[in-house]
């Protein structure tokens, strides 16, 4: 596609629930990253993929929260349990080669709200 | 752990005034930085970056940032701004060493005023 893609773009979810937030980046690109931003803030790091890698997922704040990526391309971030604190937009974004000081493209978001 | 200060959370501009957005970073290594844009109902994207070399980097649509080593600033600037400007900015920074993660400022909402 054109651009990072993520789904759902808005998720409602209730407290307790378990969550899957899907990110297809940019065909071909090697890098990934998911990021968590609050309200009135700026995102804060998730986790980083190389191709199917897991290289670094020191961001994730708790052991409620995986991220996958089996192929190397598609990436799934899910949140088990969900908390209220869980609420926030959760970004995904790519780069094309290893060197993520190349520019990062990222989607638009989804949304998740727990009630 | 590095940290980014933006410290104007929300600045509001008539039309071909001049805007500098305040960026300070804490890290005690060689780091890159960036300024990254949101306009409204769109997706985050680059506006600018510095990695070494002159400490004045110019970026699209007119803005510049200036990397002042011994004050940890890199503050975003435009000459006169337009009302299409009308954004979120993020500050962010990232370590040469480390540079798979990106830390982000919490943003400054600019509203530019036809």
């Known amino acids: 596609g054109a651009g990072v893609s993520q789904s759902p773009r808005y998720k409602v979810a209730k407290r307790g629930q378990d969550v899957a937030l899907r990110c297809d980046p940019i065909?071909?690109?090697?890098?990934l990253f998911w990021y968590q931003q609050a309200l009135g803030q700026g995102p804060e790091f998730l986790t980083y993929f190389q191709n199917e890698a897991q290289l670094d997922k020191s961001g994730l704040p708790s052991d409620r929260f995986f991220a996958e990526r089996p192929e190397g391309s598609v990436s799934t971030l899910k949140i088990q349990r969900t908390q209220q604190e869980d609420s926030a937009v959760y970004l995904c974004?790519?780069?094309?080669?290893?060197?993520?000081?190349?520019?990062?493209?990222f989607g638009s978001g989804t949304q998740l709200s727990v009630l | 752990a590095q940290s980014v200060s933006q410290h104007n959370h929300h600045v509001i501009l008539s039309e071909a005034a001049s805007l500098e957005l305040g960026c300070n970073y804490s890290?005690?290594?060689?780091?890159?930085l960036f300024w990254y844009v949101q306009y409204p109902g769109q997706h985050l994207q680059l506006l600018l970056k510095?990695?070494?070399?002159?400490?004045l980097v110019k970026g699209i649509k007119g803005f510049e940032a200036e990397f002042i080593k011994s004050k940890f600033s890199f503050n975003l600037r435009k000459p006169s701004v337009q009302w299409s400007d009308t954004a979120e900015y993020f500050c962010a920074v990232n370590s040469k060493y480390n540079f798979n993660k990106f830390y982000f400022g919490s943003g400054t909402k600019l509203n530019v005023k036809p």
């Open positions: 974004a790519s780069s094309l080669r290893r060197d993520p000081n190349e520019k990062l493209f």
């Open positions: 890290y005690g290594g060689t780091v890159n």
């Open positions: 510095y990695f070494s070399g002159d400490p």
């Open positions: 065909s071909g690109h090697v890098s």
